[in-house]
Structures are given as C-alpha cells and as structure tokens.
C-alpha cells in the first residue's frame, strides 16, 4: 500500500516527539499500522527556529491552513494548543476530507460537540487519546476495554503541576507558593500556572472523561472548579497526621438519574493507591459493574509520553482508513444518536466526609459551641484535635473530621460557626473522600 502522509500543526514538545518517535520507531509502527506513515508537511510559528526532531524531508510552512488544505496530505495532526485557532484548523482539515489526531483537551472539552458532529457528517475520524492523562491510554481504556461496563465511578489525578506541588508540600513541609515557584522553575508549571492550579485543565479532562463513561454529550460549564491556591502547608501535615494525603482529583460519579462532575483537592485515605501517587505522575480509577475497580497510572505529560498517545491515534486512524465509518468505535464510545444528557449533581447535594481547620479562640464552651452547630444542621464528628498551642491572640487551630453528610448542610454549619466572635478567620473546607469499591 502507497504511504499515508501526515501533516503536523505544531513542532513544539509534543510535536517535535511526535515526529521523534514516527521517525524512530518506523518500522515497527509500519508493521502495525499495515503502510508506511511518514510526515510530509509542518506548520511553525518561526521557520528558522532550531527543533527539537530531524525535519529532513518535511515540507516546513508558517501557516496552519496550509496543512489543512494540503492535498497530499490525509491526516491533520493539531498540536498547537488553545480554542480558537485550533478549532479553524480542525474544522478546515474536517471540510477538505481529512481526518485529524488531536491533544487539545480545551478544545474537545469546550467545542468537541460541534467537531464530532461534522466529523460524523463526513465519515471522518478525530482521535483525541493524547487530550488527558498524556501516556496513559484511558481513553482507549474507557471506549474499548471497558465497553462492556456500566461505569460506576471514576476519580483521577489528572494534573501532574498540582499533583508535583502538593507532593512537594507533603515531602518537603513547604508551602503553596515556594512549591510554585519550584515547579515554574523546573517547567512543571508555566509562568502563568492559572489552569493548572485552580483545576481548569484537570475540569477539561473530567468532561472528556464523563462524556466518554456515561454517554454524555461534552459540558465544560457543568464541572464544579476547585483549584488547590488555598491549601497551606498545615493542612497536608495535619492531613497526614489523621492518615490521609490532600490529592487534587477530578471525580465523575453516577447518581440514580445524575451524574457528579467536580474537581477540587480531597483528603483521601493514605493507603490507598492513589494516595501512593506522587510528583507529576496521573492516575486515574475507574470503576465498573462487571470488571470492579481498575487503576491506570503513567505520566501524564511530557515529550515522549503524550506522542506515544499521538502516534498510536496516528495508527488507529490510518488502520481505519479503508473501514466503512459505520464500523467504527464512535468518538465518545456511545453512538452520536444514543448520547442523552443527564442532570448534573448541584454541589449542594452531593455527600461525602469533610476536614475542617478553624481557628479559634482557647476558651471553655466554645469547642462545645462548634459541635452544637454541627450537631444542628446533621452533621456528625468523627474526630476533633487541637493542634499546637494557642498564638499570641489566644486562638488556637482547631481540625474537625466529619462524617458523610451533604454539602448545604455543612455550608450552613461553617456559616453559622464563622459567626461566632470566637473565631478568628474563615474556616478552611476540604472534602474527604474514602474511595471505597
């Protein structure tokens, strides 16, 4: 069979890898794919910067659009990032015929219905699989090995710059902001780290991930945001000392006729798995009704790891090439016409544990205060400690656990103990989660 030729928009570190291992491990990505896949063309943003991959033999241009229309060219490779630039090139490959790889997680998680729509129209394939999690095939996972699941749960690490930061707090009893700037220092996190850590992009990958689980159609705006900017030092160690670790994680759970889409960071049990991952390593467990619970691990980012995500889409598509499109695996596992939206859980009505730190002031009847208002609006102590002693005002840091109770019940609680004269600034809230089977 005549070569298939790629064209790539976006020679930087996953481009440049992406071209790296098409070129290194040809051979044997021929032999799977059943023809030879070479890159024919590129788009950069500056011709004569030096790359990172040999670009002998590709044909180099500054325009994205050039690739899209190109002719000889099959399959469009988008590499470059963001929402809007990415979506005219996507969309124009789409009209000339062409199917596209993609790692654009903002870009399927915001604009993905309209993509696989036209897509789907067109008998074209778009494969995202590098778009979450960079090495870790969970999309694959999810759409063909669990296809047999009805998918109970599925909680993830799935942002390697918080996770690295809040690892960094617990090894190194260090702070939010020194963390920062360690991981801006070492390129974990970028100069404006705004989607790392306020949960942007690992909400981005919780709505690809849901769609894909429960046959959903793509809503970013339904994912309740957390970042991990509130989060000091203290409560990793005090988490820690009750046998727990802070994670950020990204949680999709089916309710009877709902679904839960929240990302925000959670105490989680310090033997457990996912307690286990550290630094910017992902992690994601998914749980079904048949197979229990499953956890995928694997870096999830970097040059290497997200191409070999690229470069198996690249194979996967070519594979499909001469396949009737009605043949196959649809884009978000369920067919376009069976996707049916579901209610999302509003934050107030979900239930789990919580880790409360107060401060407050070191006199009699006021822990007592504290309980009754718990105790009034149903939520349970598991355990109370005061940590340290008391500061040159009096007060004292006071860390509550608490059973599973719903969230407006215990945003009425924290309300009314924040209005007690007793204590001294508002009241730090993490959610507990047990991850039980």
């Known amino acids: 069979m005549e070569p298939v030729n790629i064209g790539v928009v976006g020679l930087g570190t996953v481009g440049g890898g992406t071209v790296d291992v098409l070129h290194r491990n040809s051979a044997e990505i021929s032999r799977r794919a059943g023809r030879e896949i070479r890159v024919s063309r590129a788009a950069v943003r500056d011709l004569d910067r030096s790359r990172i991959c040999d670009t002998s033999g590709i044909t180099l241009t500054n325009d994205p659009f050039e690739v899209a229309n190109d002719p000889d060219v099959r399959v469009v490779v988008e590499l470059i990032g963001g929402e809007t ?144 900017g509130t989060i000091q030092g203290k409560d990793v160690s005090y988490a820690e000392d009750l046998g727990y670790r802070i994670k950020h994680l990204g949680i999709a759970r089916r309710r009877e006729n709902r679904v839960d889409l929240r990302v925000h960071p959670c105490l989680i049990p310090e033997s457990h798995l996912l307690a286990s991952v550290d630094g910017v390593m992902n992690a994601i467990l998914v749980e079904g009704d048949a197979v229990g619970q499953t956890i995928h691990y694997g870096a999830g980012a970097g040059a290497n790891p997200t191409a070999s995500s690229v470069v198996a889409d690249i194979v996967d598509v070519v594979r499909t090439l001469t396949a009737d499109p009605g043949n196959r695996v649809p884009h978000l596992a369920f067919q376009p016409t069976a996707l049916t939206s579901k209610d999302v859980t509003p934050l107030g009505d979900i239930e789990c544990a919580y880790y409360l730190r107060l401060l407050a002031l070191d006199r009699p009847g006021v822990l007592a205060e504290i309980a009754r208002i718990l105790g009034e609006n149903n939520v349970s102590i598991e355990a109370i400690r005061q940590q340290g002693t008391k500061n040159h005002d009096g007060n004292v840091s006071v860390v509550i656990v608490t059973h599973k109770t719903r969230e407006m019940s215990m945003t009425r609680a924290i309300g009314a103990i924040e209005a007690l004269p007793a204590i001294a600034e508002p009241i730090v809230r993490i959610r507990l989660e047990t991850l039980e089977a």
């Open 85 to 228: 630039t990415a979506f005219e090139i996507v969309m124009e490959a789409l009209e000339q015929g062409k199917h596209v790889v993609t790692a654009n997680k903002a870009l399927i998680a915001t604009r993905g219905n309209e993509i696989f729509r036209a897509a789907h129209e067109r008998g074209l394939v778009v494969a995202f699989e590098a778009a979450v999690a960079g090495g870790i095939s969970i999309i694959k996972i999810l759409r063909e090995g669990l296809a047999g699941n009805r998918v109970k749960q599925l909680i993830g690490i799935v942002n390697g710059t918080s996770n690295y930061i809040l690892t960094g707090m617990r090894e190194q009893g260090s702070d939010f902001e020194p963390m920062l700037r360690e991981a801006q220092a070492l390129g974990y996190a970028e100069s404006d780290p705004t989607f790392d850590i306020d949960g942007i992009d690992a909400a981005h990958k919780l709505t690809i991930l849901a769609s894909i689980a429960y046959g959903i159609p793509l809503d970013f705006s339904a994912v309740y945001t957390e970042g991990i």
